[in-house]
């Protein structure tokens, strides 16, 4: 289901409202501190909404804002220092709150088919988790042993 550029837009606002809120009640960080990150994260998340729309590749929103993201956070980008230091106000989690809310909302409609194969869900949900925790784990035990951190 395609989204209008008016929900896409309705929903980043409602989304940096969030984030904004989650910052500074489970972090402390004022709004206003928080407004410039919130504001570049908003513009990148635009910013790959806006080229998937436009660009005919089967990628995800999402690999469109990370290499957006990348871009603007990269030694050779003009608004590097800014694009680091305004998102690195914004508490990790802080965003995930949203996420977890959307997800929770769109599940929401299909609880009679999660009921029906809920357990296999969760065996399968379980052994992603794991198997992801592991290979990340391992892949940053093995770069930070090259690079001789650790």
């Known amino acids: ?9 309705f ?15 489970g972090f402390h960080v004022a709004f206003i501190d928080s407004l410039p990150g919130v ?19 089967k990628l995800p929103t999402v690999a469109y804002c990370s290499i ?6 990269c030694p050779f980008s003009p608004v590097r ?8 106000k914004i508490n990790f989690t802080a965003p995930l709150t949203m996420v977890g809310a959307y997800a929770g909302m769109s599940i929401s409609n299909q609880l009679k088919t999660f009921v029906k194969t809920g357990w296999r869900y969760i065996i399968v949900a379980i052994l992603v988790m794991t198997g992801t925790f592991l290979a990340s784990a391992l892949i940053g035990q093995i770069v930070l042993k090259i690079m001789g951190t650790i």
Do not use: H, Q, R, Y
């Open 81 to 88: 220092d800014f694009v680091i230091s305004a998102a690195g």
């Open 39 to 57: 504001g570049v994260l908003l513009a990148i998340a635009l910013a790959g909404a806006g080229l998937k729309a436009i660009i005919p590749l």
């Open 11 to 25: 929903t980043l606002i409602i989304t940096g409202l969030g984030i904004l809120l989650a910052n500074f009640i």
């Open 68 to 73: 957006i993201g990348l871009l603007l956070a």
């Open 1 to 9: 289901m395609k989204m209008s550029a008016k929900e896409v837009i």
